[in-house]
């Protein structure tokens, strides 16, 4: 069993106007944001899984937002904070949700950690043909 990788999902943010921040980030985080796009196909959204893991460090998150299930849409934002003791490469498998909370759509890929700082994803979720 791999240890758990201390991560925060921190915010949605809708592309419709909403406005802030990370909100209390310190010095003592790093911040992934990963920008949401909704490929053609893909059903309706209502929650967002990330499953992330570090490698060097072998651990794992699974992310889940918003909490409440709620439309998403493409342009919606969020972060992920990470305690600048973790760096090196972050694999992410995202995931989008329908509002059975089955996993109809999907991305992968993998970045690298701005120990103290923000890098941005952009991701496209596309529709699973089968299981995701």
Known sequence: ??????????????AAGACGGA?????????????VNIGAG?????????????????????????????PIQTGDTLALLIPTTRS???????YGLDA????VARWNGQTTIAVGDRVDVTITLT??????
């Open 88 to 94: 090196g490469l972050l694999d992410l498998i995202v």
């Open 127 to 132: 529709a699973c043909s089968g299981a995701c």
């Open 23 to 35: 909100g209390g980030q310190g010095d003592d985080q790093s911040i992934v944001v990963i920008h």
């Open 42 to 70: 893909v059903p309706e959204l209502r929650q967002i899984h990330v499953a992330a893991h570090l490698g060097s460090a072998g651990m794992d998150a699974d992310l889940y937002f918003p909490e409440v299930p709620r």
């Open 100 to 103: 059975n909370g089955t996993a």
């Open 1 to 14: 069993m791999s240890a758990r990788l201390a991560l925060a999902l921190v915010l949605l943010l809708s």
